[in-house]
Protein backbone atom coordinates (compact mmCIF):
# COMPACT_ATOMS: atom_id res chain seq x y z
CA UNK A 1 0.00 0.00 0.00
CA UNK A 2 1.53 3.43 -1.25
CA UNK A 3 1.19 6.17 1.50
CA UNK A 4 1.72 9.21 0.95
CA UNK A 5 2.95 12.07 3.48
CA UNK A 6 1.86 16.14 3.05
CA UNK A 7 3.94 18.88 4.83
CA UNK A 8 4.59 22.72 4.29
CA UNK A 9 0.80 23.72 5.51
CA UNK A 10 0.43 26.83 8.20
CA UNK A 11 -0.39 30.00 8.23
CA UNK A 12 0.25 32.93 6.19
CA UNK A 13 -0.98 36.23 5.34
CA UNK A 14 -2.16 37.59 2.23
CA UNK A 15 0.53 38.06 0.08
CA UNK A 16 2.70 35.44 1.58
CA UNK A 17 4.15 31.90 0.41
CA UNK A 18 3.76 28.23 1.36
CA UNK A 19 5.89 25.12 0.20
CA UNK A 20 4.14 21.92 0.17
CA UNK A 21 5.97 18.43 0.06
CA UNK A 22 4.31 15.19 -0.53
CA UNK A 23 6.34 12.00 -0.14
CA UNK A 24 5.37 9.03 -1.20
CA UNK A 25 6.54 5.30 0.60
CA UNK A 26 7.21 3.81 -2.77
CA UNK A 27 6.53 3.91 -6.77
CA UNK A 28 3.87 1.84 -7.63
CA UNK A 29 4.39 1.96 -11.76
CA UNK A 30 6.86 2.87 -13.87
CA UNK A 31 4.95 6.47 -15.08
CA UNK A 32 2.22 7.94 -13.30
CA UNK A 33 0.75 11.81 -12.43
CA UNK A 34 1.37 13.33 -9.14
CA UNK A 35 -0.55 16.04 -7.76
CA UNK A 36 -2.66 17.92 -5.53
CA UNK A 37 -6.12 19.00 -4.97
CA UNK A 38 -7.50 21.56 -2.03
CA UNK A 39 -11.05 20.94 -0.42
CA UNK A 40 -12.59 24.45 1.68
CA UNK A 41 -14.88 23.94 3.56
CA UNK A 42 -18.29 23.36 2.98
CA UNK A 43 -17.20 22.91 -0.80
CA UNK A 44 -15.94 20.26 -3.15
CA UNK A 45 -12.91 19.09 -3.22
CA UNK A 46 -10.89 21.18 -6.06
CA UNK A 47 -7.93 20.10 -8.55
CA UNK A 48 -5.13 22.37 -8.08
CA UNK A 49 -2.62 21.26 -10.44
CA UNK A 50 -0.43 18.00 -11.73
CA UNK A 51 2.19 16.35 -13.32
CA UNK A 52 3.78 13.81 -15.19
CA UNK A 53 6.48 11.17 -14.78
CA UNK A 54 9.02 13.03 -16.58
CA UNK A 55 7.92 16.31 -15.06
CA UNK A 56 6.80 18.09 -18.37
CA UNK A 57 3.43 19.19 -19.36
CA UNK A 58 2.33 20.36 -15.25
CA UNK A 59 -1.27 21.36 -14.93
CA UNK A 60 -3.25 24.17 -13.14
CA UNK A 61 -6.41 25.43 -12.01
CA UNK A 62 -7.27 28.17 -13.65
CA UNK A 63 -7.25 29.70 -10.08
CA UNK A 64 -4.06 29.31 -9.07
CA UNK A 65 -1.85 29.30 -12.60
CA UNK A 66 0.80 32.23 -12.49
CA UNK A 67 0.79 31.63 -8.61
CA UNK A 68 1.59 28.26 -7.98
CA UNK A 69 4.28 25.89 -9.13
CA UNK A 70 4.19 22.18 -9.32
CA UNK A 71 7.54 20.03 -9.41
CA UNK A 72 8.22 17.00 -8.56
CA UNK A 73 11.72 14.42 -7.55
CA UNK A 74 11.31 11.19 -8.87
CA UNK A 75 14.53 9.51 -7.29
CA UNK A 76 13.27 10.71 -3.85
CA UNK A 77 9.10 10.19 -4.68
CA UNK A 78 8.58 13.73 -4.12
CA UNK A 79 6.20 16.14 -5.16
CA UNK A 80 5.87 19.85 -4.20
CA UNK A 81 3.78 22.77 -4.86
CA UNK A 82 5.15 26.12 -4.61
CA UNK A 83 2.39 28.63 -3.57
CA UNK A 84 3.16 32.17 -4.38
CA UNK A 85 1.01 35.34 -3.93
CA UNK A 86 -1.53 33.55 -1.76
CA UNK A 87 -4.81 35.18 -0.83
CA UNK A 88 -7.83 33.78 1.44
CA UNK A 89 -9.24 32.12 -1.18
CA UNK A 90 -6.32 29.49 -1.14
CA UNK A 91 -7.45 28.39 2.44
CA UNK A 92 -8.17 24.97 2.67
CA UNK A 93 -7.07 21.28 2.91
CA UNK A 94 -4.72 20.65 0.32
CA UNK A 95 -4.24 16.62 -0.81
CA UNK A 96 -1.39 14.96 -2.64
CA UNK A 97 -2.27 11.96 -4.62
CA UNK A 98 -0.33 9.86 -6.75
CA UNK A 99 -2.47 8.70 -10.02
CA UNK A 100 -5.29 10.07 -8.12
CA UNK A 101 -5.81 6.51 -6.50
CA UNK A 102 -3.63 7.49 -3.25
CA UNK A 103 -4.39 9.96 -1.34
CA UNK A 104 -2.53 11.77 1.11
CA UNK A 105 -4.27 12.98 4.89
CA UNK A 106 -4.21 16.66 3.80
CA UNK A 107 -2.32 19.36 4.94
CA UNK A 108 -4.16 22.71 6.22
CA UNK A 109 -3.03 25.96 4.50
CA UNK A 110 -4.66 29.07 5.89
CA UNK A 111 -4.27 32.24 5.16
CA UNK A 112 -5.39 35.44 6.70
CA UNK A 113 -6.24 39.09 5.87
Known amino acids: QVRLVESGGGLVQTGGSLRLACAAS????????MGWFRQAPGQEREFVAD????????SYAASVKGRFTISRDNANNMVYLQMNSLTPEDTAVYYC??????WGQGTQVTVSS
Open 97 to 102: HLAQIY
Open 26 to 33: ERPYDTYT
Open 51 to 58: IVSDGGRP
